[in-house]
Structures are given as C-alpha cells and as structure tokens.
C-alpha cells in the first residue's frame, strides 16, 4: 500500500490511542486497581480453601484469569465507547468523509482497543508480582491468547458501538453479555470444580477457551487442550472480523 494511503490509517490510530491515553489514569490505572482489590479480596479470603490446578497456589491460579478478564474488558469498552460517543455527538461524520477504506477503518480502532487491553493486562501483571510467585511456562501461548482475546474483544466492541443508538444499549450489550461470559469464564475457578453439567455448559462460552489457553501459558496446564482452546478463539476471532467488516462495508447505521 502506498505511503500516502497509509495517512489517513495511522491518523485515525493515533487518535484512537491518544483518546485513552490522554485520560490514563481513569481507562489504565483504574481497571489495574480494580483487579488488584479482586486479587487481595479472593486471595484472602479463599487461598487456603481453594486449589487451582494441582499443587498450584489459588493466589497464582487467580492471576492470569484477573489479566486476561481486565485485557477483554478494557479492548471491549475503548472500541465501543468510542464510537458510541462518535455517533452520539455527531463527529463521527469526520471519521467518515476522509478516503479511508472499512479495512483501514476496523484495523485502526481494533489495534487501539488492542493496546488498551494490553496496556491494562501488563499492569495487572505487574502489580500482582509482589503478591504471588508466578513463572510464565510458555510465555508464546500466554501472547497468542492475550492478543487473539483482545482483538475478538475490540470486534464485539465495534459491534455494540455501530449497534447501538445511546448509552443504555450499550450498557446493556455489556452487562448482559460481556459481563456474564467473563465472570462465567474461569477466571475465578477451574472448570473441574463444576459439576459435570456446568462444565458441559462452559464449553459453549468462548471467553471460557481464551482465559484457559491464556493461563495454559503460565502454568503449562489448562482444563483442555490448549490446540482445542486455539481452535476455538481462531475461529471466533475469524468470524467476528468478518461480520464486522461485513457491517462497516455496508455502512450499517454509520451512514444514511
């Protein structure tokens, strides 16, 4: 692609990433400090009572699931609230008249949703070093996760933000949807603690594969098969950039 075609891309990632940089301390430092009162309250409370996979300690079993859930939640809502407050204030228009193509369009927003997540997920992680011994085992696996999880994410999230007319839709795709598949996940528990019903259940959540093939990662152990877990995300991830692109090459509710 030519360099001058490239402008209009880098311009729109730019911005994308300067409006969550610029208000850090409310979109990176305060999802890093909710995480960490998830982890002093739980650790407390269950570490004695409660084992992760084997002899692994709940305090460390906990900690993957807490970064992988603060990186989905954080890539969902920078897409989504962006254009959501995009359309609702009517400079959308202004994303919309340059020559961008919808390819350029998803790339810019998902990439900067993608760098939230990340951003958010590293910090979680580094403020829980003092707290738990933790190694990463297969530090490649714990990446592929954590970037096929966020982008998954950030689609949804441009999903919702094209969807959705005001603040409360919006509020509702999330706490109805992106909310219960999260807390359902395993972040907090290992699936073979679940009756076998529930465990049945579990396997139709895709969140559940990417937060077990992310902590497969660090502990070199995982509730499936880490191939299955990669089969899975990659073919969610696939078909969410499709429906995606599907709907911005359309113009769905993005223009008249």
Known sequence: MPESRLAGFRTLLYKEVL??????????????????????????????????????????????????????????????????QSKITGNIIFVLLPPLSYREFYAAYVIASMLRGLFVGTGVLLVSIPFVDLSIAAPGWALAFALMGSAILASLGVIAGIWADKFDQLAGFQNFLIMPLTMLSGVFYSLHSLPQLWQDVSHANPFFFMIDGFRYGFFGQSDVSPWLSLGVVSVCLMLLAALTLA??????????
């Open 19 to 84: 409006r969550f940089w610029k208000v850090g301390f409310q979109t990176v430092l305060a999802p890093v400090i909710n995480a960490m009162l998830f982890l002093l309250i739980f650790s407390h409370v269950l570490d004695r009572h409660v084992t992760g996979y084997g002899e692994v300690a709940y305090t460390a079993f906990l900690v993957p699931g807490l970064v992988m859930m603060s990186l989905l939640q954080n890539a969902f809502a920078n897409s989504s609230s962006s254009l959501i």
């Open 247 to 256: 709907m911005l090459a359309r113009g769905y509710k993005l223009r008249a």
